[in-house]
């Protein structure tokens, strides 16, 4: 299946040989990686900059995404290096989504530069010995015989490097976690359908604001924020004498209504900055000295396809959207811990029939629900900007501001824009409810374990198989059917939760999500569930 890449990268020399080539270097390409080297895959990022990223788009991390992290044991990391905001909002209504009241350890948005996450997630990519080659670009892909997963092919990458030198990375498969416009989507041929930006705002990162004036700009709907310089503390202060935050940079992000048609590749200057500022607040807030300025649209697509053959999507390269409520990197990030497993799983030679292309059955459904979600979001915002629809359009936020501050709607909302909602579907019609969701983080001892609740027993990425009704046999079948794969774990005392009443069993995924449940009282009848349910998903067990 030839997928886009001219002869060169037939005639080019192979210098490398890998399992997974995962291309871009950003939050879901090096957590991606991660992952993929936790499973014992062969794994090599590359990435077309030739440095870490330095500026930062996004700038929080949501409950589920911190959870991620939480899951494999570097939530304290990210802690360290951020600021939890408690609420979080939607369409910048008044009325705030309560992140607090989700059923999570985690109630609240990470507030942290993008550029901070990047260096977190490479340092934890580095720890497991994947190499991250940046300066390295894709110019090409190539599939051979078998790309269609069933056979021993693989795929034939073509890359150049910093000093214009090409390269043939051979791999199993290729992953394109590399935007937008990505390279790997577009030899795959994989359609990316949406719609183009009809709409652009503009931000800004200052070393030099007028704090008197900031608050002036907020109130007219100027989202004001202040960032911390890379490397240094991650709460800055702001210095009113100088009209410098302590040590760190603030962003400014706004739609002007009189530019706000302009197209996203029309550079942002300083002068345009400061008067479309001053037209909408009134003032310019002195911003000067200015380390970013960009500018950003609403094009909103979504790839019709997460796979093709041995070519998968992630992130931006599966799904781009207005920034609305920061979902995007979050998004991606959710991508990576559902596919790296599965991925490591076909490589690994594990992996049952099926449980690779469930990744797009899972995930391109979620990438749905964002790409919509901002698009209303985003309709919400245009409509207060264009005079024939601003008064109705107020009459309506006002409306939906109202409806938020009822529990359950605003508890509905919540969950989900923190992806706390999520639930894979089930895959057996007589599935338990709790097929599909989260793991709960609760309390709990286990037998020969240190771990004092659920999230700590999965940082080394595999299944999990909790007994909480005491099968002796339990965990000698598992470990000699599926030993490699699957942790078992007697669970003795466990926080009561109404939706575990009466479960005997529950098999944890690696991304956290619940493959299994059972409550059958019955201990044969159980335990032919049990296999069955691991051989599901776990795969074939071992002989012997």
């Known amino acids: 299946m030839d997928t886009g890449a001219e002869g060169g990268a037939q005639g080019a020399q192979v210098a490398t040989e890998v399992d997974v080539l995962v291309v871009g270097a950003g ?37 589920r995404s911190v959870e991620l992290m939480d899951q494999r044991g570097l939530v304290d990391r990210f802690l360290a290096q951020g600021r939890p905001v408690p609420g979080w909002h939607f369409a910048g209504l008044d009325t705030p989504l309560d992140f607090g009241a989700l059923d999570t350890r985690h109630g609240y948005t990470l507030f942290l530069a993008q550029a901070r996450t990047e260096r977190l997630l490479a340092e934890r990519a580095r720890e497991l010995g994947v190499p991250v080659r940046r300066g390295h670009e894709v110019t090409g892909l190539r599939q051979d015989d078998g790309g269609d997963g069933d056979g021993a092919g693989g795929v034939l990458a073509e890359v150049r490097g910093p000093g214009g030198e090409v390269r043939t990375v051979r791999a199993r498969y290729v992953v394109g976690c590399d935007g937008g416009r990505s ?13 183009d930006e009809t709409l652009t705002g503009v931000l800004g990162d200052f070393a030099v604001t007028d704090p008197a004036a900031l608050d002036r700009a ?26 410098k935050p302590a040590g760190g940079l603030t962003r400014i ?43 950003f649209g609403n094009a909103t697509r979504l790839a019709a396809r997460y796979r093709a053959g041995r070519v998968l999507l992630a992130g931006d390269a599966a799904h781009i959207h207005f920034p609305a409520a ?3 990197l979050n998004t991606g990030l959710q991508d990576a811990m559902n596919l790296g497993w599965k991925l490591a799983a076909e490589i690994n030679g594990w992996a049952p029939p099926g449980l690779l292309d469930s990744y797009h059955a899972e995930r391109h459904p979620v990438g749905r629900a964002v790409t919509e979600n901002t698009e209303v979001q985003t309709l919400l915002l245009e409509l207060t900007l264009l005079p024939p629809y601003q008064r109705p359009a107020a009459a309506l936020r006002t409306l939906l501001t109202e409806l938020l501050g009822i529990d359950e709607v605003n508890r509905r909302l919540a969950g989900r824009i923190s ?45 999990v198989l909790l007994d909480l009704a005491g099968d002796a046999q ?53 335990r032919r569930e049990r296999h069955r349910a691991l051989t599901d998903w776990a795969g074939t067990p071992a002989q012997g």
Request: glycine residues 10%; charged residues 25%; hydrophobic residues 35%.
């Open 183 to 195: 390279v790997v989507r577009r030899a795959a041929g994989i359609a990316f359908p949406g719609t």
């Open 253 to 295: 992000v706004f739609v002007d209504p009189r530019r706000m048609r302009t197209p996203s590749a029309e550079p942002v200057t300083l002068g345009e900055f400061r008067t479309s500022l001053a037209e909408i607040c009134g003032t310019d807030c002195g911003v000067a000295e200015p380390r970013w300025l960009s500018r």
């Open 419 to 463: 992806a706390l909602d999520t639930v894979y579907p089930p895959t057996a019609p007589d599935a338990d409810p709790l097929t599909g969701r989260r793991m709960p983080d609760v309390g709990l001892t286990a037998a020969g374990s240190a771990a004092v609740r659920a999230h700590e027993l999965l940082p080394p990425g595999r299944f």
């Open 474 to 526: 339990l965990s000698r079948t598992v470990t000699t059917g599926w030993g490699s794969r699957v942790t078992p774990c007697h669970v003795t005392r466990h926080d009561h939760r109404t939706d575990l009443d009466g479960v005997r069993e529950i098999l944890v995924r690696p991304d956290g999500h619940i493959a299994w449940a059972t409550r059958t009282p019955a201990l044969p009848t159980r």
């Open 27 to 63: 939050p879901t390409g090096l957590l991606l990686g991660a992952e993929l080297a936790l499973g014992g895959v062969r794994v090599e990022i590359v990435e077309r900059r030739a440095g870490a990223q330095r500026d930062s788009r996004a700038l929080t991390l949501h409950p």
């Open 218 to 243: 907020r109130a007219h709907g100027v989202l004001v924020a202040p960032l911390a310089e890379p490397g240094g503390p991650a709460e800055q202060r702001a210095d009113d004498r100088a009209g």
């Open 326 to 328: 920061g979902q995007g």
